[in-house]
């Protein structure tokens, strides 16, 4: 199973490739933050790979650590809309959010068999 996660989660990350697409539609940013996300490569990529990475999580935990990962993500959005247009505070919210996420598969994988 977790070569299966880690599989996905690649395969899903690199279908982005090096389009320049955030995981929202950017034609409706109507935020700093969304769009400071939309005009930064680096940032759109680790948007998708968060996203990503978080619907594989949510479907994959049981209601008590959904509510909690759904309410770490509401937290991780008032962040990054606190960040306004600083690209800085927005990458490392990212990747502190992509780690915490990563860490959630590791658990997850570990708890097997399947």
Known sequence: MKL???????IAVLACGDAHAASFDC?????????????SRELSQLDVKM???YETVIKLVGMGVRG???D???VFLRARSDCGHDRMCIRNLYTARIHA???EVT???RGGPY
């Open 72 to 74: 770490q993500q509401r």
């Open 68 to 70: 909690d990962l759904q």
């Open 107 to 109: 658990r997850i994988s």
């Open 27 to 39: 034609s409706k940013a109507s935020a700093p933050d969304e769009f400071t996300v939309c005009d």
């Open 4 to 10: 299966t996660l880690f599989t996905l989660s690649t």
């Open 51 to 53: 996203a990503t990475l």
């Open 101 to 103: 996420l990563e860490t």
